[in-house]
């Protein structure tokens, strides 16, 4: 069994829920009451979504990081 591994960017909205998706993957996003509801959710979802997707349109990126972004004014 080859295992494939995921880059999953995860959220916390303003009710405390947490979101999580996984962009190299058209419409793969679930969420949950804490972050391993969540990543139960999604990963149940990505099973779901790999299905129903053709290999073509999973795309070929890495994640390099996160930064934050100051504007002042806004």
Known sequence: MK?????????????GMFI????SVPSCHAEGKTQAEMMK????????????????QILKTKFIGIQ???????
């Open 3 to 15: 295992i494939k591994q995921f880059t999953v960017y995860i959220e916390q909205d303003e009710d």
């Open 68 to 74: 934050n972004l100051e504007l002042s004014n806004a």
């Open 41 to 56: 959710n999604l990963s149940d979802v990505l099973k779901l979504c790999l299905r129903n997707v053709n290999k073509k």
């Open 20 to 23: 999580g998706s996984i962009p």
